[in-house]
C-alpha cells in the first residue's frame, strides 16, 4: 500500500501537473484534494496539450480513476467544459472520474463577488484568479454554501439557492450591481445535473476502498505551501489548505494513511498576484527568466513575477510539509545563465532570520544570495545520465538546506524529460 502527496513547495505553478502526470503512470487512483479551477495544470503528452483545472491529470493514463475530493470547490461549468473537451480528443471520462458530494460548488454567483471584493474601496487586493473561490470557501464556512450533492435534489437547491443569494444580495445593493437570478441559476443548475449527476459520489469510500485493496493512491495538491491560508504569505493566499497535512481531509482519508509527502519546486520562485517576494528580480533580468520558463498563468495569462530560489522559504515549506524528498522543475530554464543565485538566509532589520509570520515583516527582507556557477545543457550525458557538474552542485546544495533527497529533476516539458538522479 503506498499513499503518496504531491504538494507545491513554493506559490503555485511549480509544475505539480507534470510530475502527477508522470507519478500517475504506477498509482491507481488520483486525488484532487483542495482548491478550485483557480489552479491551471499545463501537461503535454505525445505532441498534444492539455490544460486542467479541475480533472487530475492522472486521466490521461487510460487505466486511471480519478476523484476530485470534498476538500475541493468545483466550478461546474468548467467541469462540464472540461470533460466534453477530453471526450472530443478521445479521452474516457465518464466512468472514471468521480466528484465528492461535500465538494462545493462555485456558482456564478461567487464569481461576481470575487470581483466585488477584490475592487472593494479600502479592503487589500489580493489580485485573485477571480475564480470565485474565496466566496465560495467562504460559504462553505458560514455553511450556506451548495453541495455537488444538492445538484441531486432539485426542491431543496432551490431552498438554498434562495438563502445563498439572500446572503449576497447586500454586496450587490452596495455597489450598485444587479444582483444575480435565482431562474438563471436553477436553469444552469439543471444543465450541471444532468452532465455531472451521474458523477457525484461518496469519494470518501472511493479512496479508502482503494487503500484498503493495496492500490496506489495519489493525493494532488493544487497552488502551494505559501499560498496556503494558514501557512502562507496571509492576507495574500488562496482560501484553501494546499499542504500536505490537509490532503487527508481533503480527500476523507486519516492521516496514518499517507505514506509519503513528494514536494515540488521549480528551480527558481514565481508568484503571481499581490504579495512579498523577497527574491524577486525586477526589469529586463526578471523578464528574461519569464520568458524563457513560459511564465504567464494558465489560468489568467497573466504573467508571472520571477525571481531565484529561495531556500529560506522552501526550508520553512519543507518543514510544514515534512516532505519525503524533493521534485525539481524546470531545470532546463536555468541553463545558459552564466550564473544562478540562491537566497539562503533573510538580513531583516533585527539581523538575519528565517522566515517571518506577517507579510509586512517578509516585505522588508533582504534576500543574502550564494552564487553557482551556471551550466549550459540540462540534458543528462547519454553515456552516464549524469547532469553537467554544476547542475549537480547546485542541485546537492538545495537538497542539503532543505534535509529531503532530489531523486529526480524535470528538464524539459515531455514525459521523457523527467530525469533520475543520484
Ligand atoms: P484565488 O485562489 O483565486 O482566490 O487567488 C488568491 C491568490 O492565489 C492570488 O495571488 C492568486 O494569483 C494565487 N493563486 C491561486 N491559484 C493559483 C495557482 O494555481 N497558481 C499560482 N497562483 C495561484
Not at 479600502?122 to 467562504?138: E, L, S, W
Not at 446572503?167 to 435565482?182: I, K, N, Q
Not at 494532488?220 to 501557512?231: I, P
Not at 511564465?295 to 516532505?323: K, Q, S, Y
Request: glycine share 12%.
Amino acid at each position: 500500500m503506498s499513499v503518496r502527496v504531491v504538494v507545491g513547495l513554493q506559490w503555485g505553478d511549480e509544475g505539480k501537473g507534470k510530475v502527477v502526470d508522470w507519478l500517475a503512470e504506477e498509482a491507481d487512483l488520483v486525488v484532487r484534494y483542495q482548491g478550485g479551477a483557480n489552479a491551471g495544470h499545463t501537461v503535454q503528452v505525445g505532441g498534444e496539450t492539455y490544460v486542467f483545472h479541475l480533472i487530475p491529470s492522472g486521466i490521461l493514463h487510460s487505466a486511471k480513476v480519478c476523484v476530485i475530493g470534498n476538500g475541493t470547490v468545483v466550478d461546474p461549468e468548467t467541469l462540464v467544459r472540461e470533460i466534453e473537451d477530453l471526450e472530443r480528443r478521445g479521452v474516457r471520462v465518464r466512468g472514471r472520474l468521480h466528484v465528492s458530494h461535500a465538494a462545493h460548488m462555485v456558482l456564478p454567483v461567487h464569481r461576481a463577488v470575487d470581483h466585488l471584493w477584490e475592487s472593494s474601496p479600502g479592503a487589500p487586493r489580493i489580485g485573485t484568479t477571480g475564480r470565485g473561490i474565496g466566496p465560495t470557501y467562504a460559504d462553505k464556512a458560514a455553511r450556506v454554501g451548495i453541495r455537488m450533492g444538492d445538484l441531486l435534489d432539485a426542491r431543496e437547491l432551490e431552498s438554498k439557492l434562495r438563502v445563498l443569494l439572500a446572503r449576497h444580495a447586500g454586496t450587490f445593493a452596495e455597489r450598485g450591481e444587479a444582483p444575480p437570478v435565482l431562474a438563471t441559476l436553477l436553469e444552469a443548475c439543471g444543465r450541471y445535473r444532468e452532465c455531472l449527476g451521474p458523477l457525484v459520489a461518496d469519494t470518501a469510500s472511493i479512496v479508502n476502498a482503494a487503500i484498503d485493496r493495496g492500490q496506489l493512491v495519489l493525493l494532488e495538491g493544487a497552488q502551494g505551501t505559501l499560498l496556503d491560508v494558514d501557512h502562507g504569505t496571509y492576507p495574500y493566499v488562496t482560501s484553501s489548505s494546499p499542504v500536505a497535512g490537509a490532503a487527508g481531509g481533503g480527500s476523507g482519508i486519516g492521516p496514518t494513511r499517507i505514506t509519503e509527502v513528494i514536494g515540488v519546486a521549480k528551480a527558481y520562485t514565481t508568484r503571481v498576484g499581490e504579495g512579498p517576494f523577497p527574491t524577486e528580480i525586477s526589469g529586463p533580468e526578471g523578464e528574461a527568466l519569464q520568458k524563457a520558463g513560459n511564465e504567464f498563468g494558465a489560468t489568467t495569462g497573466r504573467p508571472r513575477r520571477c525571481g531565484w530560489l529561495d531556500l529560506v522559504a522552501l526550508r520553512r515549506a519543507a518543514m510544514i510539509n515534512h516532505v519525503s524528498e524533493v521534485i525539481v522543475t524546470k531545470l532546463d530554464v536555468l541553463a545558459g545563465l552564466p550564473e544562478v543565485r540562491v537566497c539562503v538566509e533573510y538580513q531583516t532589520p533585527a539581523g538575519t532570520g528565517g522566515f517571518p509570520m506577517e507579510p509586512h515583516l517578509l516585505e522588508r527582507c533582504e534576500p543574502v544570495y550564494r552564487t553557482f556557477e551556471g551550466w549550459r545543457e540540462t540534458q543528462p550525458h547519454a553515456e552516464d545520465r549524469s547532469l553537467p557538474p554544476q547542475a549537480s552542485r547546485f542541485l546537492a546544495f538545495v537538497a542539503s538546506e532543505i534535509g529531503a533527497p532530489i531523486r529526480r529533476v524535470s528538464a524539459g516539458v515531455g514525459r521523457q524529460d523527467m530525469i533520475p538522479i543520484g
